[in-house]
């Protein structure tokens, strides 16, 4: 079930400048949606010798850190601190509170630094129930969404979610598929006019789609067609943490070189059914923009 706009917002929040982008981000978003906003701070923590925690804040020390964080964004906001493993305590928030959309901050780490030091953002993504908004750059407008597709099920709801937001936001929506076999997919644009036709009629009018096809790389097509976009949108998928240490999936790649937000969204198992029922399964050779 595709829920947007959210009305619960969680900000995953530890005083960074990555984190305070990411508060800029949902705040902007939230005064858009008239969602509810909730800060998450995670002290984290590993286990040492003696496979014992640490004993972590003090009473006096959650309530400084609350007074300070509240002072950065606000005394109406929620402030909620755990501690533990970041990404896992987040995630974990989300699911039992249900949330309806996760902001994080990214710094984008590649390479062999971001396989050492791993990535909180791509973590969150990796295992979460709802979709993530991982924030970057500065805060403007929502006036066009990039959706990258490649005509596949899951690739189509990620399409339906990017159209639904699109529709709220009162923005532009751009579909993209870039292909390296342009002779074996057949007539693109008459693909792309068939999907975005497929929308619920009053969201098809709202978000003004068009489309573009492209031949080459899909993470070098995607990074060249985000520019005048705003967000980019693309479904999550979780895969091998050691096959992806270094190349990562479509997403992950995008999300580490990319100048603005990317929107990562999971599909639910349901949804996924439901898709291949309506539509068949999608050719097996078709590119993976996961």
């Given at each position: 079930m595709i829920r947007f706009p959210p009305k619960k917002i969680l900000v995953a929040y530890d005083l960074s400048d990555a984190s305070r982008t990411a508060w800029r981000h949902a705040a902007a978003l939230a005064g858009s949606c008239g969602a509810a906003l909730e800060v998450v701070y995670v002290e984290p923590w590993q286990a040492g010798v003696d496979l014992m925690p640490p004993a972590g804040l003090t009473a006096s020390g959650i309530r400084e850190?609350?007074?300070e964080i509240r002072a950065r964004v606000g005394e109406g906001v929620k402030v909620t601190i755990l501690d533990g493993d970041p990404a896992r305590s987040v995630v974990g928030h989300a699911r039992l509170h249900r949330a309806d959309l996760i902001v994080v901050g990214t710094h984008g780490r590649r390479g062999l630094r971001r396989a050492v030091l791993g990535s909180t953002a791509e973590a969150v993504i990796r295992t979460s129930p709802v979709p993530v908004l991982a924030a970057r750059g500065e805060v403007r407008e929502i006036r066009s969404i990039l959706a990258p597709v490649n005509f596949t099920p899951y690739s189509e709801y990620g399409?339906?979610?990017a159209?639904?937001?699109s529709a709220v936001l009162s923005?532009?929506?751009?579909?993209?598929h870039v292909t390296d076999d342009p002779v074996w997919s057949g007539n693109l644009q008459y693909r792309l006019t068939s999907l975005i036709h497929r929308l619920p009629p009053q969201v098809l009018k709202s978000c003004r789609p068009e489309s573009e096809a492209a031949v080459?790389?899909?993470v070098k097509g995607i990074l060249k067609a985000r520019r005048g976009q705003d967000w980019i949108v693309l479904v999550a998928h979780g895969k091998s943490l050691i096959k992806d240490a270094f190349f990562g999936t479509t997403l992950e790649q995008v999300l580490r070189r990319s100048s603005i937000p990317v929107l990562a969204v999971p599909v639910p198992?349901?949804?996924l059914h439901a898709l291949r029922v309506?539509?068949?399964?999608?050719?097996?050779r078709e590119r993976s923009l996961r």
């Amino acid at each position: 079930m595709i829920r947007f706009p959210p009305k619960k917002i969680l900000v995953a929040y530890d005083l960074s400048d990555a984190s305070r982008t990411a508060w800029r981000h949902a705040a902007a978003l939230a005064g858009s949606c008239g969602a509810a906003l909730e800060v998450v701070y995670v002290e984290p923590w590993q286990a040492g010798v003696d496979l014992m925690p640490p004993a972590g804040l003090t009473a006096s020390g959650i309530r400084e850190l609350r007074e300070e964080i509240r002072a950065r964004v606000g005394e109406g906001v929620k402030v909620t601190i755990l501690d533990g493993d970041p990404a896992r305590s987040v995630v974990g928030h989300a699911r039992l509170h249900r949330a309806d959309l996760i902001v994080v901050g990214t710094h984008g780490r590649r390479g062999l630094r971001r396989a050492v030091l791993g990535s909180t953002a791509e973590a969150v993504i990796r295992t979460s129930p709802v979709p993530v908004l991982a924030a970057r750059g500065e805060v403007r407008e929502i006036r066009s969404i990039l959706a990258p597709v490649n005509f596949t099920p899951y690739s189509e709801y990620g399409f339906a979610y990017a159209a639904a937001a699109s529709a709220v936001l009162s923005a532009g929506l751009k579909v993209l598929h870039v292909t390296d076999d342009p002779v074996w997919s057949g007539n693109l644009q008459y693909r792309l006019t068939s999907l975005i036709h497929r929308l619920p009629p009053q969201v098809l009018k709202s978000c003004r789609p068009e489309s573009e096809a492209a031949v080459g790389d899909a993470v070098k097509g995607i990074l060249k067609a985000r520019r005048g976009q705003d967000w980019i949108v693309l479904v999550a998928h979780g895969k091998s943490l050691i096959k992806d240490a270094f190349f990562g999936t479509t997403l992950e790649q995008v999300l580490r070189r990319s100048s603005i937000p990317v929107l990562a969204v999971p599909v639910p198992s349901r949804a996924l059914h439901a898709l291949r029922v309506a539509g068949g399964a999608a050719p097996a050779r078709e590119r993976s923009l996961r």
